[in-house]
């Protein structure tokens, strides 16, 4: 296991789901942390639950309110926290909402929601925090999905986010190579958070057909293959086998996959027709 005894993480989105287990892993392996979100309740909570993992007399978690797709608060108040706590060695991009439903079901203000906190409030922290990272260099993993390279039923407005972050990662790896600065893109499958149970409440029911009977994964498996990812240098770190091989058979046969995924979304239209429910 690496030593990350001197490494401070800025984790958004730390205080629940994927976050949350990665801010658990990185205290476990002896990194200060940042917990950054909305709810204090939730990040206080957070806080405990990872203070009491560790054993030494200094506080190893701090916590920072704001709303990362707003970009005067985080230029306002993540330099204070730099100032307070040092600058990161390691950045997550983890705070993301998702919501699937029918494309004309997704009104205009739900779509910018999804696009400011997943995309926008991507970039914000990235701007604030990146400069401060230079001198010592560090790595800088944002938060994607496998809805960030398969266009997903359902999530026209979570993929168009997805996508983005993808793209972000991209572009921003080869820039901030001169700096020391790495980059890269976690995509988990369905993963078992709040976030997860959140998105079924809406989900149409051929992308229910389309997860089929795939058990999600925990946020611990999540974290844990992120932190293998980022120590190995990679740059898209897919955790879990199948969307892994998602990912290679929409690089090499594109039409392959649309054609499997157009014909189990008939199926399932077929049996809500059957239902009565279409
Ligand atoms: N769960 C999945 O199946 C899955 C799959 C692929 C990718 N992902 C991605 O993984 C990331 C983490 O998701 P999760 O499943 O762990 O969700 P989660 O358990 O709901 O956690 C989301 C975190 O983001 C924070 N957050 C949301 N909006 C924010 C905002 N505007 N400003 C600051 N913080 C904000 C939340 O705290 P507050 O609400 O208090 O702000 C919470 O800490 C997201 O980017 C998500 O899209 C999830």
């Avoid at 990872?50 to 230029?75: K, P, W």
């Avoid at 993929?159 to 893109?185: C, P, T």
Wanted: overall charge positive; charged content about 25%.
């Amino acid at each position: 296991m690496k030593d990350y005894s001197t490494k401070i993480a800025y984790i958004t989105g730390g205080s629940s789901g994927i976050g949350l287990s990665l801010a658990r892993e990185l205290v476990k392996r002896g990194a200060k942390v940042v917990l950054i979100a909305r709810d204090r309740d939730r990040l206080e909570h957070a806080c405990n639950a990872l203070e009491s993992l560790t054993t030494g007399r200094h506080r190893n978690v701090s916590i920072v309110s704001l709303d990362v797709s707003n970009i005067d608060q985080v230029r306002e108040m993540l330099p204070k926290t730099v100032e307070l706590s040092g600058a990161p060695d390691i950045l997550v991009n983890s705070a993301g909402i998702g919501y699937s439903n029918y494309f004309e079901r997704i009104p205009y203000e739900k779509f910018m929601d999804i696009i400011n906190i997943n995309l926008i409030g991507t970039w914000n922290s990235i701007t604030v925090l990146e400069p401060y990272m230079r001198d010592k260099g560090g790595t800088i993993v944002n938060i994607s999905s496998i809805a960030g390279f398969l266009g997903i039923f359902g999530s026209t407005a979570y993929s168009a986010s997805k996508f983005g972050v993808i793209g972000l990662s991209e572009a921003l790896r080869g820039e901030l190579k001169r700096y020391g600065i790495s980059v890269s893109v976690l995509c988990p499958p369905d993963t078992d958070t709040p976030q997860l149970a959140e998105e079924n409440k809406t989900k149409p029911a051929e992308t229910k057909a389309l997860s089929g009977k795939a058990k999600p994964m925990s946020s611990e498996a999540v974290a844990k293959a992120c932190i293998r990812g980022m120590e190995k240098g990679k740059f898209m770190i897919i955790p879990g086998s199948s969307g892994k091989v998602i990912y290679l058979e929409k690089r090499l046969f594109p039409s392959l996959v649309n054609w499997r995924i157009d014909i189990l979304i008939q199926r399932a239209q077929r049996d809500l027709k059957k239902n009565g429910i279409y």
